[in-house]
């Protein structure tokens, strides 16, 4: 067991240019979670996936965001044309779900993004 | 919606006390999970302790317990014996027992811990 690893650690970016963060994921782990962190706040919720299957957005999720998890191992998590809003840690996170039960969500270290 | 709201944005706490952290939540569901998480500043999110609302008893995690009143919809931690290493972000968490896709959180509080 590896952990969930997130790359990269940090991003700086300019506004209105597309950044695309990656997560592995824990290896027998079946479901993925993206959460956004900003400064002073909780993470908030972005999106799941059950193996390569997106289950659920948030309406944090503009159109300018998209996730995705091919063959069910690791996610990508795209914005494009970034806005200084963006900045924020982006936190990935996996569990596995077994009938009615599930293991406790394992986190990452997260990305920091920042949009100058 | 469900809402968690931990009203203490700092605390701070003397190396071997005992302290409390305080998280209060809303929801109409009756069948639910709630957790405590640690966030040092390494960033990565820990799980601490986990209590399902369905159970009466308190969890306990050698150091960590929690004081769950489900009728006040209040879910505190109490961390004994506190060490420096405890010194983090906690955040409570919300999990509905209907649907398995996300946690809520609350917007954290600081623990400080002085030698």
């Known amino acids: 067991d590896t952990g969930v690893s997130q790359d990269p650690r940090h991003k700086i970016t300019k506004r209105g240019q597309n950044v695309t963060f990656r997560c592995d994921p824990i290896s027998e782990h079946n479901r993925l979670y993206w959460y956004r962190q900003t400064l002073g706040q909780g993470p908030e919720f972005l999106t799941y996936f059950q193996n390569e299957a997106q289950l659920e957005k948030s309406r944090l999720l503009s159109d300018r965001f998209s996730a995705e998890r091919p063959k069910g191992s690791f996610s990508t998590l795209e914005i494009q044309r970034t806005e200084q809003g963006d900045s924020a840690m982006y936190l990935c996170?996996?569990?596995?779900?077994f009938g009615t039960g599930d293991s406790p969500l394992h986190f990452g270290n997260g990305t920091r993004l920042t949009v100058t | 919606a469900q809402t968690v709201t931990q009203s203490q944005p700092e605390m701070s706490v003397q190396e071997a006390e005992t302290v409390t952290l305080s998280c209060t939540y809303d929801?109409?569901?009756?069948?639910?999970?709630l957790f405590w998480y640690k966030q040092p500043p390494s960033r990565q999110m820990i799980l601490v302790i986990r209590?399902?609302?369905?159970?009466?008893q308190n969890a306990t995690e050698n150091r960590f317990s929690v004081n769950f009143q489900k009728a006040a919809k209040s879910f505190s931690l109490k961390i004994s014996d506190s060490q420096l290493g405890d010194a983090a972000m906690y955040f409570c968490?919300?999990?509905?027992?209907?649907?398995?896709?996300?946690?809520?959180f609350g917007t954290g509080t600081r623990l400080q811990v002085f030698p």
């Open positions: 968490a919300y999990r509905s027992a209907y649907n398995t896709d996300k946690l809520i």
């Open positions: 996170a996996s569990s596995f779900i």
């Open positions: 209590q399902e609302a369905y159970k009466q």
């Open positions: 929801t109409s569901e009756s069948d639910y999970y």
